[in-house]
């Protein structure tokens, strides 16, 4: 007796501006799949107009994502493959299709993502900061606790920072890096792969003086330069850790707290605050 076909799940990128970089093979998936999750449908439907994809569409979005997972397992339940799409970009960054993707494989489906576009890739490559290692943040949430909490534990990150950001946004999200990071090297793109694709490659410290630099239209990508490596001497270190232990800090919590503020080795600090025996406090 043949198994029942099981259905796929395609996650499928679409331009995030230039019709043309669509790729032929998204064209033919979501010509051939049985529906398509489209985050907004009106958006989406100029897209498979233009690419003449009559495949029928279905809303997804971060208001009832939950309750359309059961739709699409139906579909897929049934041998059907089903495609989602973003306004932009590729499926699950920054967007709201990951529930559906984590459900679909406990389930015990396929999912197979095509490649495609993604801002923050171009906006990356033509900064001109470091590509090697990257760590990508996405937009920072609105609570302002949350916020500063996210960007504490990524100032001693040497890594390039990549955030996402909105127009009306922007000015707020600038400060609040820099508050928490100091001065860096920032290459903001704007309207990446459309008519008016602008970069602007300066300082946080500059742009925050200079406002009115940037045009207010559009979706933004922040690359922000990682840390900066700081050598400090033994001296240097051990007067950090007798301070803290001055103040009646341990000398564990003495040690965590240099190792988080300065971006040093543990191992270092560690072994500089076992020479402290006049601050002979268990580990």
């Known amino acids: 007796m043949n198994e029942k076909k099981k259905g796929k799940l395609f996650i499928v990128p679409t331009p995030i501006g230039n019709l043309a970089d669509m790729t032929f093979r998204a064209v033919e998936v979501l010509k051939v799949v049985k529906i398509i999750g489209a985050e ?57 299709a990951s529930i ?10 396929q999912v197979e993502t095509l490649s495609g576009a993604t801002a923050f890739v171009p906006a990356l490559v033509s900064s001109g900061l470091n590509c090697e290692r ?5 937009f920072l949430p609105d609570k302002e606790k949350e916020k500063q909490d996210i960007l504490q534990e990524l100032k001693t990150i040497r890594s390039t920072i990549i955030f996402y950001e909105s127009p009306h946004r922007i000015h707020k999200c600038l400060n609040s890096i820099y508050n928490i990071f100091g001065d860096r090297k920032i290459v903001i793109g704007r309207e990446l792969s459309k008519l008016h694709e602008t970069y602007y490659r300066t300082t946080l410290e500059k742009i925050l003086a200079e406002p009115e630099m940037i045009t207010l239209k559009g979706e933004f990508v922040l690359v922000v330069e990682g840390a900066t490596a700081k050598e400090f001497t033994d001296a240097e270190i051990i007067e950090f850790l007798t301070a803290d232990l001055q103040q009646g800090i341990s000398k564990k919590n003495a040690v965590k707290n240099i190792v988080e503020t300065y971006g040093l080795p543990k191992n270092r600090v560690y072994e500089l605050a076992l020479k402290l025996k006049s601050f002979d406090v268990k580990f």
């Open 40 to 96: 907004d449908t009106r958006t989406s439907s100029k897209l498979l107009k233009h690419f003449c994809i009559e495949t029928p569409m279905l809303s997804y979005h971060k208001f009832n994502e939950r309750a359309r997972v059961e739709k699409f397992l139906n579909y897929l339940k049934n041998g059907e493959d089903v495609a989602i799409i973003s306004d932009a970009g590729t499926p699950g960054i920054s967007d709201p």
């Open 100 to 109: 559906l993707i984590s459900e679909v494989l406990e389930a015990g489906f």
């Open 134 to 138: 990257f760590y990508f943040v996405g």
